[in-house]
């Protein structure tokens, strides 16, 4: 497994930004798909953006597309998540994960099914 830590949280008001950081260790996350995941109070965890190996291809639940941006830099050993016109329902602490590459092919980005190694997580607060 890859030991993950992210940054990058805050609090905001609608309509900032903030962009979040996950430092991989102990493994290299080319070997990895990689996601953003965030859990509001009282609500289930949500995937918010994944990316495959290659950064080729991405996934994006609908309420954040044309606003988030998710990458990837190998050589850094680290993944990002650009929030841009951020809104109060995007408040939640934010997650990153990986999966090995033998298992990216059955992940389920929007529910985290087969991703095994999670970060502790960085909270994003938006005020209205």
């Known amino acids: 497994q890859v030991r993950l830590v992210e940054s990058g949280g805050g609090s905001v008001q609608a309509g900032g930004s903030l962009r979040l950081s996950c430092a991989a260790s102990?493994?290299?996350?080319?070997?990895?798909?990689m996601a953003w995941f965030r859990r509001a109070p009282g609500k289930e965890r949500e995937g918010v953006a994944g990316?495959?190996?290659?950064?080729?291809?991405?996934y994006y639940t609908d309420s954040v597309k044309g606003r988030f941006t998710i990458s990837r830099n190998n050589a850094e050993n680290s993944l990002y998540l650009q929030m841009n016109s951020l809104k109060p329902e995007d408040t939640a602490m934010y997650y990153c994960?990986?999966?090995?590459?033998?298992?990216?092919?059955?992940?389920?980005?929007?529910?985290?099914?087969?991703?095994?190694?999670w970060g502790q997580g960085t909270q994003v607060t938006v005020s209205s």
């Open positions: 990316i495959i190996i290659t950064g080729k291809d991405v």
């Open positions: 994960a990986a999966a090995w590459s033998g298992d990216c092919y059955k992940v389920h980005y929007p529910t985290g099914r087969s991703f095994t190694s």
């Open positions: 102990n493994n290299s996350i080319s070997a990895y798909c």
